[in-house]
């Protein structure tokens, strides 16, 4: 655990799966505005990305702690909270973003390798779903949670529109979405916030990893025509638009699933009767 200088005083962001991809961009993005310091945590994939982060965040006079663990357990979450306090003071966390992942793709009934067995189950479900819950309650019963304060869940279009082996992803995800609607009923009492910010396919380190150079020039074409922009959007787009939800202006926002997908679905069905 790496920490930089500063007042403990100050606000943070309390960002998971911080080292690469919407996660990173979004610490980099809130350190500059609205200059939160940053507590990441990460499972240590991209040591060498963590890094880089951790000297971008410092660059900008903000302090930065990068926690490598797996985030989604409750152990974790009670861990990750007692970090936080030994840099952080009380009521000093102004946003937390879910931005983890680590899903199975495959099939309910296949009798293949591809079965979405128990363990994959439970396992999808902790990562993309439960862990919001248990980082919630860690950070709300810690007494760390700033004055309106911001919680951030994050969503794709996969609730609107399906793949066939991302099921099990759809479902954990919907599961999130609940929760963050109760959440939102149960701490919008205290003056905190609680929302869901749903995003399309964003080029990441991850999304890399997984497809070929030639794969992802598909998915690039594939994109530049279902998106009424002719493109797909950027992790920037998405960590600026973070920056507006953890501001004074978007304080009304609660409960609510934040459609951020340019329209990316509205020509499907046109693209299959009109290829």
Not at 164 to 189: D, F, H, Q
Not at 238 to 256: I, K, P
């Amino acid at each position: 655990m790496n920490e930089g200088d500063g007042d403990t005083g100050q606000e943070w962001a309390v960002i998971l799966g911080a080292s690469s991809g919407t996660g990173a961009g979004i610490a980099e993005a809130v350190a500059h505005k609205p200059g939160l310091n940053v507590f990441g945590v990460h499972r240590g994939r991209y040591a060498d990305m963590a890094s880089q982060l951790e000297e971008r965040v410092r660059s900008t006079g903000r302090r930065v702690v990068m926690w490598q663990a797996d985030a989604s357990t409750p152990e974790a979450a009670e861990a990750g909270v007692a970090a936080i306090r030994e840099v952080a003071g009380l009521r000093s966390v102004k946003l937390f973003v879910h931005s983890i992942a680590g899903a199975s793709v495959g099939h309910f009934l296949s009798s293949g390798e591809d079965r979405l067995h128990a363990r994959r189950i439970r396992r999808t479900f902790d990562t993309m779903a439960h862990s919001f819950v248990y980082w919630a309650q860690a950070l709300a019963d810690a007494d760390l949670l700033a004055p309106e304060s911001r919680l951030l869940g994050l969503q794709n279009p996969l609730d609107t529109t399906h793949l066939g082996n991302t099921g099990l992803i759809s479902a954990s995800k919907a599961a999130l979405e609940m929760y963050v609607r109760y959440l939102a009923m149960e701490l919008g009492p205290r003056g905190h916030r609680v929302n869901l910010l749903k995003f399309g396919t964003v080029m990441t380190p991850a999304l890399k990893h997984v497809y070929s150079p030639e794969a992802l020039a598909r998915l690039e074409a594939a994109h530049a025509k279902m998106n009424p922009a002719g493109r797909m959007s950027t992790v920037e787009e998405v960590a600026r638009f973070v920056t507006v939800l953890a501001g004074e202006e978007a304080g009304w926002f609660n409960g609510a699933t934040i459609d951020f997908t340019g329209g990316m679905t509205l020509r499907l069905l046109d693209l299959v009767l009109n290829p």
